[in-house]
Structure formats: structure tokens, C-alpha cells
């Protein structure tokens, strides 16, 4: 009894239809880019004020922002005035200008604490984010 092995590429089938693999490719491509779009940057949603005479600043800025609720983060994390107060005191040692990013409906008398706090330690280089819009 003989066994037909591999008669079906000896005879017909030389080369492979490369067709179908592109399509797959292809389609394996939109979907990490469409996937990707929709990933979550973590942070907080600030409404900066608009401004026309505001300038970039291009130092190593020590980002507070102060949320609508008037909340104070530091980077990602919720931060206490005591915190902040020290860390204005290891940021004045170092000269490091501090950049202050307010929620266009937070409070003004919060903005002004963090700002009055940060010139009572001795930062002398503070900034408020503002867009140009």
C-alpha cells in the first residue's frame, strides 16, 4: 500500500500566495492603532486661563497644579500644604523656579496661597501656565 505524501506540492502548488498574509498584516496594523488611540493618558484635567502676552518657559519647572475643586497635585499625586511647604524649601535650596498650573474655575485665593507660601520660603522665580489660544 502506497501512501500519497507531498503529491500535491510535487505536481501543482510551487510557490505560496503571499496575498493573504499582507491582508493580515495590515489588518493587525489598524487594530494596534486604533487600540492605542484609545489608552488613557493618566493625569489631571486642567482649564488653563488664556493669556496673550504669555511666553514659554523652557526650565525644569516644579509643576503644581491646583484642580477646579481646588485641590493641589503634585505630578499625579494629591499633595498637603505641609507637603508642599518642605518641598518649596528643597526647591528654593536648589534655585529651581516653580510652575503653577490653575484650573481657570479654581479659586483665586488657593492659586494665591501656593503662590505666597512659594515667595515666603524664598523661591524667587514662580510661573503661572496659561495658554495662548
Known amino acids: ?16 500566495d503571499i496575498a493573504p498574509l499582507i491582508d493580515m498584516v495590515f489588518q493587525l496594523l489598524i487594530f494596534f492603532m486604533l487600540t ?4 488613557m493618558q493618566p493625569g489631571i484635567r486642567v482649564n ?18 491646583v484642580s477646579s475643586e ?3 497635585y503634585l505630578g499625579a499625586k494629591v499633595i498637603t500644604m505641609a507637603e ?6 528643597q526647591a528654593a535650596k536648589r534655585k529651581q523656579p516653580i510652575l503653577i498650573k490653575s484650573d ?10 501656593v503662590w ?3 515667595r515666603e520660603i524664598g523661591i524667587t522665580q514662580i510661573n ?5 489660544d
Open 1 to 16: 500500500m502506497r501512501f500519497k505524501r507531498h503529491m500535491e506540492l510535487e505536481h501543482g502548488l510551487k510557490q505560496i
Open 36 to 39: 492605542s488611540s484609545f489608552v
Open 48 to 65: 488653563l486661563p488664556k493669556a496673550v502676552t504669555s511666553e514659554a518657559v523652557k526650565l525644569e519647572n516644579i509643576e503644581i497644579v
Open 70 to 72: 481646588n485641590v493641589i
Open 84 to 89: 508642599l511647604k518642605s518641598l518649596f524649601k
Open 104 to 113: 481657570k474655575r479654581a479659586s483665586l485665593g488657593r492659586v494665591v496661597e
Open 116 to 118: 505666597d507660601m512659594a
Open 128 to 132: 503661572i501656565a496659561t495658554n495662548q
